[in-house]
């Protein structure tokens, strides 16, 4: 038991039953700057949630792996865990909460009455659609049914990880419970969807925050994807891209270009395609902590349709502007009929010009003679 | 002074057997053969990823200017060899890397008056600029119109692959094969690349254009070239022209020596010319009697 020397945080220290004002306004404000707002915002979060204000949340599982969920609670920060419930209002979640059975339905329709309109559902987990939805039930009911009672009801539906945003690894072919995100199911509402595998906890905690403080909620892209966190591909601000333009890659597993921490792409890293800001916010806050830093291609958890459906080996496709076609157009100067028109002014100026020139000599002429 | 007609014309008849003699033995007839110690490259399109990590090293290896930060978009005075698509319904179906083809019939070094392009070691077709003129013919001349001229220099240049001949001096590859990290391009010998195009055609032939009978690009066209292609779509749309089995520079003296053919044409030319002289001498006899 060498490696269990440290004990890991929040695992073996004493449960926290309480946070300090002073490291809660702390942790609101590295949250606030983790998702690019002004630390202001920061104090205004920590003021709502201890006016009470915390916006109630339901969370809903479905067809996943709970890694979304241990992520949140995993965080190297400290007592991340704690400050989730203290940020928030944790009314239902199946994983953290103690009560099972009767109890915890009485729970989820008490807080689903109580803050109708007002909650914010989170959605964890593929929902399956194949045979009437009965691959995931809860209570003989169909996840279909639940996300679409909860889900009515609520002021906002979030969409936490990959399985949830477009189906996830329940989706991989040859999806056999017809798993779909819960965008499919939930087609006349704006769901905000954070995908990732795990998603990062920072870009969930910045959205539930922001609508929490402001009532607003973030920029989203076509696919529902906050653009603070989903805006730019991995390859845009990957730290191996300068080995990348440079042609320099590791070609194997382990090879010297491995080891010097050459670019990926070469073995299949999904970066370029991939939409997430896994690379300027590392999981956990340890430096380097996501695929690519640990020398792991990128396999584009984000990405709807690449990850878990195109081979890790396979190359990504570059962004289309980097390669010219194979009959590239040439920008002119400039256009024809401006050289045309510049041509008769100049034809214009120059025969002018003769004709003074002549006239000048025939009267240098007639002065002379 | 005075030239009877039969004097003239038995001079020209003379100098035409002469000329028609003297053109004779440069009559090419069969297809052009590589040297002996020809090199070449292999792309294979199917394999390429895009990532353009030989043009980076193409501008290194020659020390040209530029970067992939403001990447180029054709071969200009400042590259020698570029990664382009071929896009589908915008998805690339395929790319494809252009540079020198190193043509076993050059139509450039048939073109260049002075001779500074030529074909040298190993088959490489290199130009000199203590020769050239800066005439240009070599970029009206090449099918594949591959040398580019720096036009915004004082002192411009022609600017084309050389298979990166400096390198291969000292025992290296040129840069964009050393660098693909696909294997899509290769460098080796002519004759063992030829060899491994058909062997990976025997091995796959559903992988490459066309269907049932793929085709390597090079291996008849323009009269054959030493850097061979295959790809999984219609050459033509990768840029490639269809030349048919004859070089540019064959067609072209077919078509003159085709003018000149015992010399049948400029005799008749001049006789008509010789002629017409000879009426308007005869008139003007006639008429002015001076």
């Known amino acids: 038991?060498?490696?269990?020397?440290?004990?890991?945080?929040?695992?073996?220290?004493?449960?926290?039953?309480?946070?300090?004002?002073?490291?809660?306004?702390?942790?609101?404000?590295?949250?606030?700057?983790?998702?690019?707002?002004?630390?202001?915002?920061?104090?205004?979060?920590?003021?709502?949630?201890?006016?009470?204000?915390?916006?109630?949340?339901?969370?809903?599982?479905?067809?996943?792996?709970?890694?979304?969920?241990?992520?949140?609670?995993?965080?190297?920060?400290?007592?991340?865990?704690?400050?989730?419930?203290?940020?928030?209002?944790?009314?239902?979640?199946?994983?953290?909460?103690?009560?099972?059975?009767?109890q915890i339905e009485e729970a989820l329709h008490q807080a689903m009455e109580q803050h109708a309109g007002k909650f914010v559902c989170v959605v964890e987990g593929a929902i399956p659609t194949k045979d009437d939805g009965i691959y995931c039930q809860i209570a003989g009911r169909t996840a279909i049914d639940i996300l679409q009672e909860v889900g009515s009801k609520a002021a906002a539906v979030i969409a936490i990880g990959s399985c949830a945003s477009w189906g996830g690894i329940p989706s991989a072919d040859p999806n056999p419970t017809g798993a779909v995100g819960a965008k499919d199911i939930l087609t006349g509402t704006t769901v905000i969807t954070i995908p990732g595998c795990p998603a990062n906890p920072y870009n969930f905690l910045g959205t539930v925050l922001q609508f929490a403080t402001m009532g607003t909620l973030p920029a989203l892209d076509d696919k529902s994807?906050?653009?603070?966190?989903?805006?730019?591909?991995?390859?845009?601000?990957?730290?191996?891209?300068?080995?990348?333009?440079?042609?320099?890659?590791?070609?194997?597993?382990?090879?010297?270009?491995?080891?010097?921490?050459?670019?990926?792409?070469a073995l299949g890293c999904k970066g370029p395609e991939t939409h997430a800001n896994c690379s300027t916010n590392h999981f956990g806050e340890v430096p380097d902590c996501w695929p690519i830093g640990l020398g792991h291609p990128c396999f584009g958890c984000t990405e709807k349709g690449i990850a878990f459906h195109k081979p890790l080996h396979e190359a990504a496709v570059l962004p289309e502007n980097a390669h010219p076609p194979i009959f590239p157009e040439h920008r002119r100067s400039a256009s024809v009929p401006a050289v045309g028109a510049a041509g008769l002014v100049a034809g214009a100026v120059i025969g002018a010009g003769l004709m003074a020139s002549k006239k000048i000599a025939v009267k240098d002429g007639e002065d002379e003679r | 002074m005075s030239m009877d007609r039969r004097a003239l014309l038995k001079g020209i008849a003379v100098a035409g057997a002469g000329a028609a003699v003297s053109a004779t033995p440069t009559e090419a007839s069969e297809a052009p053969q590589a040297p002996p110690d020809a090199v070449g490259m292999l792309y294979d399109a199917t394999r390429c990823i895009g990532c353009r990590a030989c043009v980076t090293a193409c501008k290194t290896a020659n020390d040209l200017p530029g970067n992939l930060y403001d990447p180029p978009n054709d071969l200009s005075g400042d590259t020698k060899n570029i990664i382009k698509k071929y896009e589908v319904d915008g998805h690339v179906a395929s790319y494809m890397k252009q540079q020198c083809m190193h043509c076993l019939d050059p139509a450039c070094v048939r073109a260049c008056m002075v001779g500074a392009f030529k074909k040298r070691d190993f088959g490489i077709i290199t130009w000199n600029p203590g020769r050239c003129i800066g005439c240009r013919y070599c970029q009206v001349a090449c099918p594949y119109t591959i040398p580019k001229f720096q036009w915004e220099k004082a002192n411009p240049k022609i600017v084309k692959c050389e298979l990166c001949l400096h390198m291969l001096k000292v025992g290296k590859q040129p840069g964009c094969c050393q660098a693909c990290p696909k294997a899509a391009v290769i460098y080796g010998t002519y004759t063992d690349l030829m060899a491994d195009a058909k062997e990976r055609i025997a091995k796959h032939p559903e992988r490459y254009w066309p269907q049932g009978s793929p085709?390597?690009?090079?291996?008849?066209?323009?009269?054959?070239?030493?850097?061979?292609?295959?790809?999984?779509?219609?050459?033509?749309?990768?840029?490639?022209?269809?030349?048919?089995?004859?070089?540019?520079?064959?067609?072209?003296?077919?078509?003159?020596?085709?003018?000149?053919?015992?010399?049948?044409?400029?005799?008749?030319?001049?006789?008509?010319?010789?002629?017409?002289?000879?009426?308007?001498?005869?008139?003007?006899?006639?008429?002015?009697?001076?």
């Open chain 1, 225 to 265: 994807r906050p653009l603070f966190a989903y805006g730019r591909t991995i390859h845009e601000h990957c730290p191996r891209r300068a080995h990348f333009d440079a042609g320099r890659f590791a070609r194997q597993y382990g090879d010297e270009g491995h080891r010097l921490g050459y670019c990926l792409y």
């Open chain 2, 215 to 290: 085709k390597i690009f090079g291996e008849h066209d323009g009269g054959g070239t030493q850097v061979l292609y295959l790809a999984s779509v219609d050459f033509a749309k990768l840029g490639l022209p269809d030349l048919g089995a004859e070089s540019a520079g064959a067609l072209a003296q077919k078509v003159q020596h085709g003018i000149y053919k015992g010399f049948v044409a400029p005799v008749a030319l001049y006789a008509i010319l010789g002629a017409v002289l000879w009426r308007n001498r005869r008139a003007a006899a006639k008429t002015g009697g001076e």
């Open chain 1, 1 to 102: 038991m060498g490696r269990m020397e440290r004990p890991l945080r929040g695992v073996a220290d004493p449960p926290a039953d309480g946070v300090g004002r002073r490291d809660f306004l702390k942790v609101c404000m590295i949250a606030a700057a983790t998702v690019g707002l002004p630390a202001s915002v920061g104090r205004r979060w920590a003021e709502a949630a201890q006016a009470g204000l915390k916006p109630s949340v339901i969370w809903l599982h479905f067809q996943e792996c709970t890694g979304c969920t241990e992520s949140l609670l995993r965080t190297s920060h400290p007592d991340l865990g704690e400050l989730i419930l203290d940020l928030v209002s944790v009314d239902y979640h199946e994983t953290l909460f103690a009560a099972a059975g009767y």
